[in-house]
C-alpha cells in the first residue's frame, strides 16, 4: 500500500516569515494530495489539494508543489500569522480515489 | 447546516465491552470513512465506505467492524475492545470518493481500560 513520510514533525518560525513542509510518497500511480489543517482540539479541515496533472496550486498564502518524478510535494505557507499555528497533515490517494494515506503530521508553532 | 456528527464524544470502557460509536452525516455523501488518530503516527484509515452496503478495510482494521445499512449511517463497532484501541476516533464524508473534500465529524476519544 501507500506509504507518506512528512517532514519536519515540529516546525517553529517567527510571524511574518515562511514555513515549507514536505512530503513523499511510495505509489507512483497515486494521483490526489490533499493537506489538511488540524488547531488544538478540532476537527482536520481541508485548506488546499493538488492532482497530478498540475504542478503547483496557490490560494492566497498558501501553495502546493508537486514533483511526480520525485514522488514529493510541499505546502509553502507564506507571510506566516499566530493563527497559522496548527498541525497540518498531508495525504495521498491512488487512483480510484477509494483510500486517503496521511503522513504522521508537522506541528507548525508560529509565534508573534 | 451540513455538518458529521459522533456519538460519544467521550467515552471510558473496560476491556471487552461491546461498544458502537455512531456517526452521521445530512450532505448526502456516497463516501464514509473512519479513522484513529494516535501522537506521532497521524490518521490511519481503519475502513471505508463508498456507498450503502459497500465497506472494505483501510489500513488498520483490526479489532473493528462497520456496517452501512443507510446512506447517512456508518457505525464503527468494536465487539471486544483492548487497550491498545484507546485512541481518537474521527468519522469523515465526501461527495462520492477521497478526490473530494473529506468533512470530518468532530472526534470521539475512546479510553478503554
Known amino acids: 500500500g501507500e506509504n507518506v513520510e512528512q517532514h519536519p514533525s515540529t516546525l517553529s518560525v517567527q510571524e511574518g516569515d515562511s514555513a515549507v513542509i514536505k512530503c513523499t510518497y511510495s505509489?507512483?500511480?497515486?494521483?490526489?494530495f490533499p493537506w489538511y489543517k488540524q488547531e488544538l482540539g478540532k476537527r482536520p479541515q481541508l485548506i488546499i489539494d493538488?492532482?497530478?496533472?498540475?504542478g503547483e496550486k496557490k490560494d492566497q498564502r498558501i501553495a502546493v508543489t508537486l514533483n511526480k518524478t520525485a514522488k514529493h510535494f510541499s505546502l509553502h505557507i507564506t507571510e506566516t500569522q499566530p493563527e497559522d499555528s496548527a498541525v497540518y497533515f498531508c495525504?495521498?490517494?491512488?487512483?480510484?480515489?477509494?483510500?486517503?494515506?496521511f503522513g504522521k503530521g508537522t506541528m507548525l508553532l508560529v509565534s508573534p | 447546516e451540513a455538518q458529521v456528527t459522533q456519538n460519544p464524544r467521550y467515552l471510558i470502557t473496560v476491556t471487552g465491552k461491546k461498544l458502537t460509536v455512531t456517526c452521521s452525516q445530512n450532505?448526502?455523501?456516497?463516501?464514509m470513512s473512519w479513522y484513529r488518530q494516535d501522537p506521532g503516527l497521524g490518521l490511519r484509515q481503519i475502513y471505508y465506505s463508498m456507498n450503502v452496503e459497500v465497506t472494505d478495510k483501510g489500513d488498520v482494521p483490526e479489532g473493528y467492524k462497520v456496517s452501512r445499512k443507510e446512506k447517512r449511517n456508518f457505525p464503527l463497532i468494536l465487539e471486544s475492545p483492548s487497550p491498545n484501541q484507546t485512541s481518537l476516533y474521527f468519522c469523515a464524508s465526501s461527495f462520492e470518493l477521497v478526490g473530494n473534500e473529506q468533512f470530518f465529524g468532530p472526534g470521539t476519544r475512546l479510553t478503554v481500560l
Open positions: 493538488i492532482r497530478s496533472n498540475v
Open positions: 450532505m448526502n455523501h456516497e463516501y
Open positions: 505509489d507512483s500511480a497515486s494521483n490526489y
Open positions: 495525504a495521498a490517494s491512488p487512483p480510484g480515489y477509494s483510500t486517503l494515506t
